[in-house]
């Protein structure tokens, strides 16, 4: 059994996440989407509402859960017994930072892997920021982001004075 984590903050998960995510299981017979703590990051959801989008999204893929963890990627990885991290790389200007991560992973665990795969590229300039920039000022998110996902940010903008 090939496993897999995909991890990131997902704030919240895009259409540009689930093409990975798809990609990934055609390569690996379970992925784990796994929400990481980024401290450099304020979130706008709730870990609890990352997760219910992310197990909204996913539900058809039986090969797919989602979790929470704490701690470094690589000891969780190692936990979940998994053969490799996955990451998404959408432009040249992805590589740096990347390629720093998955060097320093190596680096802490020798045996886990970074495996990068790239998203069709209608998605290439996406990331959760803009979404929730367009979002926030009424702008149409419903080709980049799941239903789901589209009801929620419309909820929290409507509810609330960002
Ligand atoms: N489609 C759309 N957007 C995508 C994407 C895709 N395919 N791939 C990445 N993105 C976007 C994300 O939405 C995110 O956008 P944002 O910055 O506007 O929020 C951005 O690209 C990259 O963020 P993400 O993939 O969520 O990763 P991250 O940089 O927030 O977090 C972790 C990286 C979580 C993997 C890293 O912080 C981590 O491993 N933390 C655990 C602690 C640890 O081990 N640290 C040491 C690491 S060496």
């Known amino acids: 059994m090939k496993i897999a984590i995909y991890p990131g903050s997902f704030d919240p998960i895009t259409n540009g996440?689930?093409?990975i995510i798809e990609r990934a299981t055609t390569i690996f017979d379970k992925v784990f989407?796994?929400?990481a703590q980024n401290t450099a990051k304020d979130p706008l959801f709730t870990v609890e509402e990352r997760l219910r989008l992310i197990k909204k999204s996913t539900n058809k893929n039986k090969n797919v859960e989602?979790?929470?963890?704490t701690?470094?990627?690589?000891?969780y990885a190692v936990s979940k017994k998994a053969h490799a991290i996955i990451r998404g790389?959408?432009?040249v200007s992805d590589f740096e930072y990347e390629f720093q991560m998955a060097l320093m992973n190596r680096n802490l665990r020798e045996d886990v892997e970074t495996v990068f795969l790239m998203?069709?590229?209608k998605y290439t300039y996406l990331n959760s920021s803009i979404i929730k920039e367009i979002a926030r000022h009424g702008g149409d998110v419903s080709n980049?982001?799941?239903e789901v996902v589209n009801n929620h940010l419309r909820q929290k903008f409507e509810n609330n004075n960002f």
Do not use: T
């Not at 989602?66 to 963890?69: I, K, N, R, Y």
């Not at 701690?71 to 000891?75: I, T």
């Open 17 to 19: 996440h689930l093409d």
């Open 33 to 35: 989407v796994a929400i």
């Open 66 to 69: 989602a979790e929470h963890f």
């Open 71 to 75: 701690g470094l990627l690589v000891e």
């Open 89 to 91: 790389l959408r432009a």
């Open 119 to 121: 998203p069709n590229e």
């Open 144 to 146: 980049f982001v799941p």
